[in-house]
């Protein structure tokens, strides 16, 4: 069981930087890939970036290069630094959890449905 509380979303310029910051609560023992998941109005949702316990991370194309996902395990917090923002990066940003009992590499989801838990999503707004 994990709660997930997104905060730092806001509006930026294009060519801008923005940091989201994810708290998680963890109710039980278990291990999972923490996340940032995006959806921009009219669009399908997408998984930007994901994060094992070690800090290895992976990244969309769309964003790779110019996001970056961190974590502080001390504050059990997830980060996206989002840099060189464009306007098409613009969007409600969710962080994400999937459980990750095998402890297998974590990458972006093809399909978003597969997280098990969200939070309640922070919006991002690049304007030209």
């Known amino acids: 069981q994990v709660q997930l509380v997104e905060s730092g979303g806001g509006s930026v310029q294009s060519g801008g930087s923005l940091r989201l910051s994810c708290v998680a609560s963890?109710?039980?023992?278990?291990?999972?890939?923490m996340g940032w998941v995006r959806q921009a109005v009219g669009k399908e949702r997408e998984a930007v970036a994901e994060?094992?316990?070690?800090?290895?991370?992976g990244y969309a194309d769309s964003v790779k290069g110019r996001f970056t996902i961190s974590e502080d395990n001390a504050k059990n917090t997830v980060y996206l630094h989002l840099d060189r923002l464009k306007p098409e990066d613009t969007a409600m940003y969710y962080c994400?959890?999937?459980?990750?009992?095998?402890?297998?590499?974590?990458?972006?989801?093809?399909?978003?449905?597969?997280?098990?838990?969200w939070g309640r999503g922070t919006q991002v707004t690049v304007s030209s």
């Open positions: 963890v109710y039980d023992n278990r291990r999972y890939c």
């Open positions: 994400v959890a999937i459980q990750n009992d095998e402890r297998t590499w974590c990458s972006p989801r093809a399909d978003p449905d597969e997280y098990t838990y």
């Open positions: 994060i094992d316990n070690d800090g290895s991370a």
